[in-house]
């Protein structure tokens, strides 16, 4: 069973910049999507950003659109978001999803990571 392993999370202030990398357990298929999810206290997890086949299209959330980017390497198995500009209500749990299909629907990924806590301050 695919495993996803998140990494990058941590404190940062309100402008600054993170980058968060999601790690698979075993080879992706260049099918799969690859997804960033996050979850703020007391609220439903939303979509972030997805990544199709080999980075070859992608997919943002509004509220960050221009500020994230994401990206995937197919040889080392891993995906990226970059996080600039970051505003205190980007302060979330990023977690890391793969699916079939780019939707912001969080039901509809078959594998999810443990998540990685992302704090922004003013």
């Known amino acids: 069973q695919l495993q996803l392993i998140e990494s990058g999370g941590g404190l940062a202030q309100a402008g600054g910049s993170l980058r968060l990398s999601c790690t698979a357990s075993?080879?992706?298929?260049?099918?799969?999507?690859l997804a960033w999810f996050r979850q703020a206290p007391g609220k439903e997890r939303d979509f972030v950003a997805c990544v199709y086949r080999s980075g070859t299209g992608t997919g943002y959330a509004g509220s960050v659109k221009g500020r994230f980017t994401i990206s995937r390497d197919m040889a080392t198995n891993t995906m990226a978001l970059q996080m600039t500009s970051l505003k205190s209500e980007d302060t979330a749990v990023y977690y890391c999803?793969?699916?079939?299909?780019?939707?912001?629907?969080?039901?509809?990924?078959?594998?999810w990571g443990q998540g990685t806590q992302v704090t922004v301050s003013s």
């Open positions: 075993t080879p992706i298929y260049s099918s799969t999507v």
């Open positions: 999803a793969a699916g079939t299909y780019c939707t912001r629907n969080p039901e509809s990924y078959r594998s």
